[in-house]
C-alpha cells in the first residue's frame, strides 16, 4: 500500500488530470454522451479518492479503483472511436487513463 506521502502525491496528480478532463470536455462541442459521462462521473469520484486512499481499506480502494478505471477505459474507447474529438480532448482522456492505471499499479503493490 502507498505511504501517506505517496497517497497525497497520487491523489493531487489524479485530480489535476481528471479536472483537465473535466475542463477540456467543457470546451469541446459535439461530445458524445458516454464520454461527458463518464468523466463527470470521474470528477464525482476524484472528490473522494483521497480520503478512500487513506483509508487505507483495500476493499473499499480496490472497489474505488476498479470504477474508475472502468469510466477511464470507456472514455478511452470513445476518444479512439469517435474521430471528430479535438486532440486536447483525447490528449487529456489519455493522461487521465495513465493516472488511474498509476493508481491501480500503486495501490496493488504490496509491501515487501
Known sequence: MLQINDI???GHLLEQAIGLAAQACSGEHNIPRELRDSIQRLDRHADTA???LLSQDAPRI???VAE???LAEKARQVC??????????KTAVTQMHGQIQELKR???RRPT
Open 62 to 64: 480496490n472497489k474505488m
Open 106 to 108: 500503486d495501490t496493488q
Open 68 to 70: 474508475m478505471e472502468r
Open 8 to 10: 497525497q502525491h497520487r
Open 80 to 89: 479512439i472511436n469517435v474521430p471528430h474529438l479535438s486532440p486536447q480532448m
Open 50 to 52: 483521497r480520503a478512500v
